[in-house]
């Protein structure tokens, strides 16, 4: 198959599969999601994923129709099926089936749905622009919920710039995440500095990969706020995502960024990209 589509057991092409009118992710957005990758037909990350999945339906009381061992299973099956052995792997519950209302039962099972199709990580070691612009999401940004309008706004305006990504702050100049991404930065003493994981910021499952890089390579890491000028005077910017390990910014708000950290950001580089070989490897 080219793609396919997982709707509570029932499986077909993204074109073939039909949805409930009645799933309440069409009146009120009412689920949460993931995404990751696959390469040789190997998921990345997958129980990394499956615990930040969890962990939301749980935030926002969804109860999930399997156990994490069951959906591992059932997306381990289902990347078997494409021709391409990269994909991109989408995943998301909502909180189940009724006629339109804000309140729900209490014993509502949600609706599992996949969605599979071609697609490769970005290079690691490619450079990206990005812009700054104000944080007006709510203060539940810890939670990956299907609420995503803000995010959507914020992508296409970026990519109307000829931006890679929007960089997000709220008031006082805390830099909080991008629109579709987390950031970070390595200061002046070569620490990796990261926003810490409270309700401004989702906590990123590449995030906790260079982190986990950071300790191996025996770099300091600090996990705590930064600002729009601790950012701008940054040794180096760098942005991740599930389809970008880590990519070095070299321009915000038309400005020249980083670049003074070579050393350091290549290796951290170089090792979540041999992390992801080496999961996905044959």
Known sequence: MENLAYYNGNIGTVDELMIPFNDRVHFFGDGVYEVTYAKNYK????????????????????????????????????????????????????????????????????????????????????????????????????????????????????????????????????????SHSNVHIITEDGTFKTAPTDNLILPGIARAHLIKACRALGYKVDETPFTLDEMIAAREVIISSSSALGLRCVEIDGKPVGGRATEMLRSLQAWVMDEFLRETSI
């Open 43 to 178: 998921l990345f990350a997958l129980e990394e994923h499956l615990d930040r999945f969890f962990n939301s339906a749980a935030l926002i009381d969804i109860k999930l129709p399997h156990t994490k061992e069951e959906m591992a299973k059932i997306l381990r099956d289902l990347v078997k099926k494409l021709d391409s052995d990269e994909q991109f792997v989408y995943f998301q519950a909502t909180r189940g089936t009724q006629p339109r209302g804000h309140e729900y039962p209490e014993d509502m099972v949600g609706n599992f749905w996949v969605m599979l199709k071609p697609g490769k990580i970005k290079d690691v070691y490619m450079e990206v622009k990005a812009q700054t612009a104000p944080d007006t999401r709510f203060y539940h940004c810890n939670i990956k919920t299907l609420n995503l309008l803000p995010a959507v706004m914020n992508a296409q305006a970026a990519k109307r710039s000829g931006m890679y990504e929007n960089i997000l702050y709220r008031e006082g100049g805390r830099v909080t995440e991008c």
